[in-house]
């Protein structure tokens, strides 16, 4: 009988990737991060091990959506208190914050718990084309 391999925390090699999100899909562009930073792309992914790599988003206020989003698409958060529902277009939030854009597209895609909080932790992401990881030696990727 064949077992299923679960490889060690020394086993598993991570790396760097750089993926430039100018004129791509918002959406498109999450999910390739997200199976990266999960370490679906491997043959050794394990759905309950953090086997992902990590990631370094650059040009994150060039990012592109379809359709009406501009101006239709909302992020809400709600401070807990009556009238505390606060509510943000995401053409406001490209202005404002584009690095929030990606950060919470990617987020919802991941496991939440433990799990999603520690894969999270190896994304990266800059409104710019420039970034401080070059110790990293990040793999240019095109998505």
Known sequence: M?????????????????????????????????I??????????????????????????KIKVTGRKLK????????????GLREVFLETMLKKKPTTVIMLAVRRMLPK?????DVIKKLKVYADDQHPHKGQKPIPLEI
């Open 2 to 34: 064949n077992k299923t391999h679960i490889p060690k925390k020394q086993e598993i090699k991570r790396n760097w990737y750089l993926v430039d999100a100018k004129d791509r899909i918002l959406g498109r562009l999450a999910s390739k991060v997200a």
């Open 36 to 61: 990266l930073l999960r370490g679906k792309h491997k043959a050794i992914f394990t759905p309950h091990l953090d086997t992902g790599d990590g990631v370094i988003v650059i040009n994150a206020a």
């Open 72 to 83: 239709q698409k909302v992020y809400r958060r709600y401070s807990g208190y009556p009238g």
């Open 113 to 117: 718990g433990p799990l999603g909080r």
